[in-house]
């Protein structure tokens, strides 16, 4: 089943965002550049100041959803994605630290002009920090899971509209966001350098990514190279329409039909899979800090050491709950963990999210295959689990 042209709109929107960017760049007057570049900024200042309520709102449904479909699977679910989560964002520091700490600095790049200012700023206050958030969503979210009450139904389905609104009001304002980044960065003189320079980030990433869930699967096939071929061919539909549409939860239903037949009981795939969407996302543990420590090197900060990396891996783990399947959303809830852990400014996150949204479908499709992968491992743990019993 191929996806519509129409799936393909948003990639191409945030891609033609950042062609026009940089074409229009030298014809406009200083004054729209610099208020396009406020624009941007502003736009990242709401999403901040709104993303404890997000958080709060998406770690509680996803925690009460699994819980409601899986219970008494609940104590396997959970540790899995999390040690996935974890390893995956590890080893992603250890691959970069090893294949890609060279020079790649930036300001050779840099042109001898004014660097531009935004016209206007806002600033808005914290409402609650993101850890608070996190924290209360995870412990009111096992409650609803255990307690099986209209009320409580309600009260998830209504979190789950107050986040879905967030981000059908955030997505379509996205291209201002990224057309302000690139102008600013075009305007130093350093966006052009960055697309070219950045490639080896962006195929490390596709060989480590996607090497892992090969690994994974020809693992989970005991090395039967035939039987892996047939979890990839049950795979290929899923995958084709998450690369069209960049949405995990697009892809669901096709995930679904897949996981059903890599499995050998069916039902532990309509568990898994729905539980999994939105927070076990292979490709964005890979991807976002590869890009995020790259784009460090290139503004000359340090690489963090492990200590601050692990401590940055445990928030990256634990916000991934709060991780909406759609087009960005992997990349936005992640803004204050890398300001926060990292030291990320509002120039780099800007940086750090317009290559995501660029990436994004190749991203979802790692994020399904990865899903995929644990469907087998979670069916496996299962099954052997009921033998035993």
């Known amino acids: 089943m191929c996806p519509k042209f129409k799936n393909f709109a948003m990639p191409l929107i945030f891609l033609g965002a950042l062609v026009l960017s940089i074409v229009a760049e030298p014809v406009l007057p200083g ?12 736009i990242k200042e709401i999403l901040v100041f709104f993303l404890p309520i997000v958080i709060f709102a998406l770690v509680t449904n996803s925690i009460a959803r ?21 390893c995956n964002t590890m080893l992603s520091y250890l691959t970069f630290r090893t294949f890609l700490s060279g020079n790649w600095s930036l300001t050779s790049a840099a042109q001898s002009v004014e660097q531009l200012n935004p016209a206007f700023s806002l600033h808005l206050p914290t409402l609650v920090s993101n850890d608070i958030a996190l924290i209360s969503g995870v412990i009111l979210g096992l409650l609803f899971g255990i307690v099986k009450r209209k ?6 389905r209504c979190l789950e509209k107050i986040s879905t609104l967030f981000f059908k009001c955030l997505i379509p304002i996205m291209p201002l966001f990224i057309v302000g980044t690139a102008i600013k960065l075009q305007h130093d003189g350093i966006l052009t350098t960055i697309l070219t320079r950045y490639l080896p980030v962006m195929a490390t990433f596709a060989i480590t990514a996607f090497g892992i869930v090969m690994l994974q699967l020809m693992v989970l096939s005991r090395m039967n190279f035939s039987k892996v071929a047939e979890y990839i061919r049950n795979l290929i539909p899923a995958l084709i329409a998450a690369f069209g549409s960049a949405s995990s939860v697009a892809a669901m239903p096709l995930s679904i039909k897949a996981a059903e037949k890599n ?37 000359a900060k340090e690489m963090p050491d ?34 926060k852990n990292l030291g990320l400014n509002a120039e780099m996150l800007g940086i750090v999210t317009a290559i995501y949204v660029l990436f994004d479908p190749i991203i979802t499709t790692c994020n399904v295959a990865g899903n995929g992968s644990l469907a087998i491992l979670f069916d496996r743990i299962v099954s052997k689990k009921r033998k035993t019993e």
Not at 69 to 75: E, F, G, H, T, W
Not at 309 to 330: D, S
């Open 31 to 42: 004054q729209i550049k610099s208020t396009l570049y406020a624009v941007s900024l502003t």
């Open 66 to 86: 699994l819980g409601s479909r899986a219970l008494k699977y609940i104590v396997i679910i959970l540790p899995l994605i999390c040690c996935s989560n974890f």
């Open 151 to 156: 009320e409580v139904g309600a009260i998830a």
């Open 263 to 299: 499995v050998d009981e069916s039902e532990n795939a309509d568990i898994i899979i729905p539980s999994t969407v939105n927070i076990h996302l292979v490709g964005d543990c890979f991807f976002i800090p590869m890009v995020a420590l790259a784009v460090m090197v290139s503004f």
């Open 306 to 339: 492990m200590g601050t990396y692990l401590l940055f891996a445990l928030h990256f783990v634990l916000a991934k709950f709060a991780v909406a399947a759609v087009p960005g959303g992997g990349v936005l809830v992640m803004i204050p963990i890398m300001q």
